[in-house]
C-alpha cells in the first residue's frame, strides 16, 4: 500500500456545475476525513468517518457538500453548483482508531478551481 | 473560534537562525501531532507527542509538549533553506468524536 491517494490532483471548473473527488485510504484504515484548506492556512475540518459511519459534519459543509463512504473503503466528495468561493485544496486523511489517537496520514490533496 | 492557535503566522529567517513556534490551546489534547506542508502537496507527520512535559528530537529539530497537555512548542536549530514550509499542529480532541483538528499555521521562509 502506498498510502492516502486523491483523485484528481487537480480540477478546474466553471461554476455552478458539480465536481466529484476521490480518496483511498490506507487499506487497513477505518477512520477517514476531509478538510478543506485555503493558501497559507491550516486544514479546515469538514467531515469524518469511521467506517462506513459519517461521524460528524462541519458547519463549514453547506448542503451543497454530501461525503460518501459506502463500503467503509474509499470515500467521495461532491460539491454541488459550485461557487467561487469553493476554490481550495481538499485534503483526505486516513488512521486508525479507536480507541485511543493514533497519526493521520494524508493524500496529496485535490486543488480546485471554480471559474 | 479556533482551537489551536499558533504563533508566529509567518516567520522569515536567514540560514543557521535558530526559530520556535508555538502551538496552544485552552483545551486539553489527548495527543498532539505536528506536520510539515510544501506548496501543492499534503501535510506530512512530523512526530507525535502523548505524554505531557515530553520532548522528542528529531536531528535539529526540538519538539516539547506542555505538562497540562494544552500547548507544544517546535524549535529549530540552525535553520537551513529546505526547512521552508508551513508547519502545522493538530491535536486529537478526546470525547465522543475524538476528532483531528488543526492549527492556524506557521508559514516558515529560510533563506539562503
Known amino acids: 500500500d502506498t498510502g492516502v491517494s486523491q483523485d484528481p490532483r487537480h480540477k478546474i471548473t466553471k461554476r455552478g456545475q458539480n465536481v466529484t473527488f476521490r480518496c483511498d485510504p490506507i487499506?487497513?484504515?477505518?477512520?477517514l476525513y476531509w478538510y478543506r484548506q485555503t493558501l497559507g492556512q491550516g486544514p479546515e475540518f469538514l467531515t469524518y468517518?469511521?467506517?462506513?459511519?459519517?461521524?460528524?459534519k462541519s458547519r463549514l459543509l453547506s448542503d451543497r457538500f454530501s461525503a460518501e463512504r459506502p463500503k467503509g473503503s474509499f470515500s467521495t466528495l461532491e460539491i454541488q453548483r459550485t461557487e467561487q468561493g469553493d476554490s481550495a485544496m481538499y485534503l483526505c486523511?486516513?488512521?486508525?482508531?479507536?480507541?485511543?489517537?493514533?497519526?493521520?496520514?494524508f493524500g496529496q490533496g485535490t486543488r480546485l478551481t471554480v471559474v | 473560534t479556533q482551537l489551536l492557535e499558533q504563533s508566529p503566522q509567518f516567520l522569515s529567517i536567514q540560514e543557521g537562525e535558530n526559530l520556535t513556534v508555538y502551538c496552544n490551546s485552552s483545551?486539553?489534547?489527548?495527543?498532539l501531532q505536528w506536520y510539515r506542508q510544501e506548496p501543492g502537496e499534503g501535510p506530512v507527520l512530523l512526530v507525535t507527542?502523548?505524554?505531557?512535559?515530553e520532548v522528542k528530537k528529531l536531528k535539529r529539530l526540538t519538539f516539547q509538549f506542555g505538562d497540562a497537555r494544552k500547548d507544544s512548542s517546535l524549535h529549530i536549530t540552525a535553520a537551513q533553506p529546505g526547512d521552508t514550509g508551513l508547519y502545522l499542529c493538530?491535536?486529537?480532541?478526546?470525547?465522543?468524536?475524538?476528532?483531528?483538528?488543526f492549527g492556524t499555521g506557521t508559514l516558515l521562509a529560510v533563506q539562503p
Open positions: 486523511a486516513s488512521s486508525l482508531g479507536p480507541p485511543g489517537s493514533t497519526e493521520a496520514f
Open positions: 487499506s487497513e484504515h477505518n477512520r
Open positions: 468517518f469511521q467506517n462506513e459511519a459519517q461521524l460528524e
Open positions: 483545551s486539553v489534547f489527548s495527543s
Open positions: 507527542v502523548v505524554t505531557g512535559g
Open positions: 493538530a491535536g486529537f480532541f478526546g470525547g465522543a468524536t475524538n476528532k483531528l483538528i
